[in-house]
């Protein structure tokens, strides 16, 4: 089954607006983990939410999780231009412990 | 700050070549895991090792593939005769325990010809 599939498939924005982006999952999780990549190079670990924590914040990143819709959200506030950039959430299964399954990612443009 | 790091971060080869790509996870780390993303497509979990065992593995990782940690610090991925589909950008990860945040390497470039 699919796990962590990103929506909106692409965004964009000017710089100094929020953007959110949402994950979507099917089965129960440990954790869900949101990830940066930049033009094909390497994953860059942004944050992790546990399956009992509802909200997590990392400087102008807020992640949501509402575990009863099987959802997370990522919201980066005041974009910049350096936050263009692909956004992939990862989810570590309950039936599964470390083993990540990520979705296709949110392709992000800020626009200065 | 503490980083996974890859080497080679690009290798061309041969089909029907072997290739070992290695990786250095962070120190304090005890899980290590390969992932590949073929172009365009989405980051596809290979092998989880620990203790000096695979404790996972996908349907991808068949008997072509093998994992190793020769020593205390590198980890390998061996592909022993490559095929055209398994170009892809391979990435290492490493995590201190389990279900705790991964923490990714740069990635290797394989192109396969």
């Known amino acids: 089954s699919q796990q962590g599939e990103e929506d909106p498939q692409a965004l964009s924005i000017q710089e100094g607006e929020n953007a959110t982006m949402n994950c979507s999952y099917k089965?129960?999780?440990?954790?869900l983990q949101w990830y940066r990549q930049n033009s094909g190079r390497g994953l860059v670990h942004l944050i992790l939410?546990?399956?009992?924590?509802r909200e997590k914040h990392s400087g102008r990143l807020r992640v949501t999780l509402d575990t009863s819709k099987k959802s997370s959200s990522l919201l980066i506030t005041a974009s910049r231009a350096a936050d263009t950039a692909s956004y992939f959430c990862?989810?570590?299964?309950?039936?599964?412990?470390?083993?990540?399954?990520f979705g296709a990612g949110t392709q992000v443009v800020v626009t200065p | 700050e503490p980083e996974v790091t890859q080497t080679p971060s690009h290798q061309v080869t041969q089909m029907g070549q072997e290739v070992i790509l290695r990786c250095v996870p962070i120190s304090n780390h005890l899980y290590f895991y390969w992932y590949r993303q073929i172009l365009g497509q989405k980051v596809e979990f290979l092998v989880s090792?620990?203790?000096?065992?695979?404790?996972?593995k996908s349907e991808i990782f068949d008997d072509q593939f093998s994992v190793e940690r020769p020593d205390g610090s590198n980890f390998t991925l061996k592909i022993r005769s490559t095929k055209l589909e398994d170009s892809a950008m391979y990435f290492c990860?490493?995590?201190?325990?389990?279900?705790?945040?991964?923490?990714f390497g740069q990635g290797t470039r394989l192109t396969v010809v």
């Open positions: 939410i546990r399956s009992n924590e």
């Open positions: 089965t129960s999780i440990n954790n």
């Open positions: 990862a989810t570590d299964r309950a039936d599964s412990w470390g083993k990540l399954q």
């Open positions: 990860a490493s995590s201190e325990v389990r279900a705790a945040e991964a923490f």
């Open positions: 090792f620990y203790n000096n065992e695979i404790s996972e």
